[in-house]
Nanobody
Framework: HVQLVESGGGSAQAGGSLRLSCDAS????????MGWFRQAPGKEREGVAA????????YYADSVKGRFTVSQDNAKNTVYLQMNGLKPEDSGMYYC???????????????????WGQGTQVTVS
């Protein structure tokens, strides 16, 4: 059973912070690579941050480097996204996903395995 449940979205002012959580079932977490994507209205879904859970290696889109931090709690199969210094362009629906690993880290291209959560809305004004 594959399940991903996001939470923690909401509204924030520019410069503010939000923390998103993704509770993953054991099957989803076993992929080894978990990531956060976002999609704004009229735009394609884009990868924001990812983590290779066996080593804790993290990956970020250029647009969020230095502002967002992805982390994990392996005991809880939970992945977090701490978002600081929020900008209006960070607004959108944020999704958690299991990604393809290549054995030593995240495979190139941020390839989703096809398992997605329902998303959590982030609005920055």
């Amino acid at each position: 059973h594959v399940q991903l449940v996001e939470s923690g979205g909401g509204s924030a002012q520019a410069g503010g912070s939000l923390r998103l959580s993704c509770d993953a079932s054991a099957v989803a977490a076993s992929s080894g690579c978990m990531g956060w994507f976002r999609q704004a209205p009229g735009k394609e879904r884009e990868g924001v941050a990812a983590i290779y859970t066996p080593a804790g290696t993290t990956y970020y889109a250029d647009s969020v480097k230095g502002r967002f931090t992805v982390s994990q709690d392996n005991a809880k199969n939970t992945v977090y996204l701490q978002m600081n210094g929020l900008k209006p362009e960070d607004s959108g629906m944020y999704y958690c996903a299991a990604l393809v690993c290549d054995g030593v880290g995240l495979a190139p291209g941020w390839l989703p395995l096809g398992f997605w959560g329902q998303g959590t809305q982030v609005t920055v004004s």
